[in-house]
């Protein structure tokens, strides 16, 4: 992780260090020859808006007969957003979804009081061999939702908003933004956005969201004069609007995220989050002595509770 050195901000032509708060690098870890970038949390920034917790996945290639085995496993008090840059996964969940997702498609599922769900890589897929790219991301739920009834939506890529102006484009996953809204439900003011940049083009970042970051994905931009390249979160300081240059020569992707500060801290420990350090305990008695619903189809196989997690549920702070 790196931090940006800046003075306060003084008046005048805005630099880089008016406009940037904290640069934060993924930290990396092989899951079986799949590689994982961990973004969010991190130690100094635990949320930006309602993400508390964003992992880059590969990209990775899979021979023949291989490829994405993430076991039956539960979620409390929050959202997960699977959104795909390559390849297809087949979600499976214990309210009887069974959906497969590709690029550019939302999987939304908030597990409000408990929901298990799996992710796989399906037959088709790994009969011929695949390469696999995408984001995984978190949403803390607010705490008067966060015991609401578990719920999954699908949402095609043609049904989101998309925006283009030369050689920059924008696809609104989630929220709003650029005077559009998203139709994925959100339960607090969300941007999420996938934006690509041809080399040389711009798009303008307005500051109407609280809190705002941008995910480098792949090639270069260039903020107030400054390159930042690919695996880099930028934090962006609040109020301050910015404009997103792709120096060039390749083209840029990357992803903005962000929406109003959460109501409180949220406490995290495995697949759990809630604003209620009580919850989480009493979630983790409930799936070892196996009282969560099973997911229909992928029962057997489970992930059971890790014993090896040390200390109490983290507290993330707002902010």
């Keep these: 992780m790196s931090w940006l050195n800046c003075p306060d901000p003084i008046p005048g032509d805005a630099t880089t260090c008016d406009l940037i708060d904290t640069v934060i690098v993924p930290r990396m870890r092989d899951l079986g020859g799949f590689e994982v970038g961990r973004v969010l949390p991190a130690p100094r920034q635990g949320m930006v808006g309602p993400f508390i917790f964003f992992d880059q996945m590969g990209p990775a ?3 023949t007969h ?10 409390i008090n929050l959202a997960t957003i699977t959104y ?3 390849g297809e996964i087949t979600h499976r969940d214990s309210l009887g979804t069974e959906q497969v997702i590709r690029p550019g498609a939302v999987n939304w599922m908030s597990a409000g009081s408990g929901i298990v ?8 897929t790994r009969a011929q061999g695949s390469r696999m790219f995408g984001l995984q991301t978190w949403v803390a739920m607010p705490a ?6 578990p719920f999954f939506s699908h949402t095609d890529k043609e049904q989101l908003p998309a925006l283009e102006d030369g050689g920059a484009r924008a696809r ?9 809204q998203s139709p994925v439900t959100t339960l607090s003011d969300t941007i999420y956005a996938d934006i690509q940049l041809d080399a040389g083009a711009q798009l303008p970042v307005d500051a109407e969201h609280e809190e705002r970051a941008l995910y480098i994905v792949s090639g270069a931009i260039d903020i107030a004069g400054e390159r930042f390249d690919p695996e880099q979160l930028l934090l962006l300081r609040p109020g301050k609007p910015v404009t997103l240059h792709n120096p060039g020569p390749l083209p840029a992707r990357l992803v903005l995220i962000g929406g109003e500060t959460m109501d409180g801290p949220r406490y995290i420990w495995w697949n759990f989050v809630s604003s ?20 229909p189809g992928d029962a057997e196989d489970f992930i059971t509770l ?3 997690i040390p200390g109490t549920p983290r507290r993330i702070a707002v902010g």
């Design 276 to 295: 209620c350090r009580e919850r989480i305990e009493q979630a983790k008695a409930e799936w070892k002595a196996g009282r969560f619903d099973t997911v």
């Design 66 to 75: 291989e490829g994405i085995d993430i076991r039956p496993h539960p979620h």
């Design 144 to 149: 008067a939702h966060e015991e609401d009834a």
């Design 172 to 180: 609104l996953i989630a929220g709003r933004g650029w005077g559009e």
């Design 84 to 86: 795909l840059f390559e």
């Design 306 to 308: 890790p014993e090896a």
């Design 117 to 124: 769900h799996s992710e796989r890589s399906g037959a088709a």
């Design 61 to 63: 290639e899979f021979v």
